[in-house]
């Protein structure tokens, strides 16, 4: 990195996460930045496994203390086979408020990084004895 500022990066690795149910969370990660961030830069990527015939799609949303916000939806296919078709889930994004502008927010204050499932059918782990879910958040303050 070149120039002025500071960046501070989060990291979450969750291994083994179990069955998911439609509409219900991948998972849910607080962490606390120590520096005042004007810039967040958020990350995710994953793998479960379908256990339905049914589309799959994966939401993230973030919260800087003040509510959760819609960041992206992302739709990760049709499982046909039922168990035998695994997802690869992964969207990057810079957090958002709600009306289009850039979030920001202070030090010392708790924020949440959630990936859940809004999908018509249950997603069981990767099945792959690894980490299911990797995710980083970088704040940045320039």
């Known amino acids: 990195l070149k120039g002025k500022g500071t960046i501070e990066v989060h990291h979450y690795s969750l291994d083994s996460a179990g069955d998911v149910g439609a509409n219900s969370n991948f998972f849910s990660w607080s962490m606390t930045p120590s520096i005042d961030w004007n810039r967040c830069i958020w990350a995710h990527s994953g793998a479960h496994r379908a256990s339905s015939d049914t589309h799959y799609y994966a939401g993230y949303e973030f919260n800087k203390g003040s509510g959760d916000i819609a960041q992206h939806m992302r739709g990760f296919g049709r499982a046909q086979s039922h168990t035998t078709h695994n997802?690869?889930?992964?969207?990057?994004?810079?957090?958002?408020e709600s009306n289009g502008t850039f979030m920001t927010g202070s030090a010392?204050?708790?924020?949440?990084?959630?990936?859940?499932?809004?999908?018509?059918?249950?997603s069981a782990p990767a099945g792959d004895q690894g980490h299911d879910h990797h995710a980083w958040v970088m704040f940045i303050h320039d």
């Open 108 to 122: 010392g204050t708790q924020c949440h990084f959630k990936v859940f499932s809004s999908s018509g059918g249950n």
């Open 87 to 96: 997802q690869g889930w992964c969207a990057t994004g810079t957090a958002m």
